[in-house]
């Protein structure tokens, strides 16, 4: 708890999307193996937000507010291509047709999208408020 003796609501904000986007990471890593629907781009988005949460956690820069942006557009843009990807599966809760998707997936689906619209809220709040003390 060293890490957060010197940072603000904005800092402490980022810590609670820096956390929820490594579970948010680590479920759709899991999710992927095993549903089989697995999209290595929206891995990379998540990923890629994960470690500009780290980078604006350790270390308050210049391009901090820049730095904080680009991880809310990443995140955004990997909730973009997972709803993208989840289109079949949405299709066949709503039809059971059987011939798009699973909707056995959907449960997983909506954990999913609901961490990650968490995550690109606290996110976007977090660049509102001062980082550091």
């Given at each position: 708890m060293k890490l957060f003796q010197n940072k603000a609501a904005g800092g402490r904000l980022l810590g609670i999307a820096l956390?929820?986007?490594?579970?948010?990471?680590v479920l759709y890593a899991a999710f992927g193996a095993v549903s089989g629907n697995f999209a290595p781009g929206i891995l990379v988005l998540y990923l890629a937000a994960a470690v500009l949460g780290v980078v604006l956690l350790l270390k308050e820069t210049l391009l901090s507010d820049i730095l904080s942006l680009a991880m809310t557009i990443c995140l955004s843009a990997a909730l973009a291509l997972f709803i993208k990807n989840s289109?079949?599966?949405?299709?066949?809760?709503?039809?059971?047709?059987?011939?798009y998707g699973n909707a056995d997936n959907m449960s997983m689906r909506f954990v999913i999208l609901g961490a990650t619209l968490a995550t690109i809220l606290f996110s976007i709040l977090e660049g509102?408020?001062?980082?550091?003390?």
């Open positions: 956390v929820c986007s490594i579970l948010t990471t289109v079949g599966d949405f299709t066949e809760m709503i039809t059971p047709v059987g011939m509102f408020f001062k980082r550091e003390k």
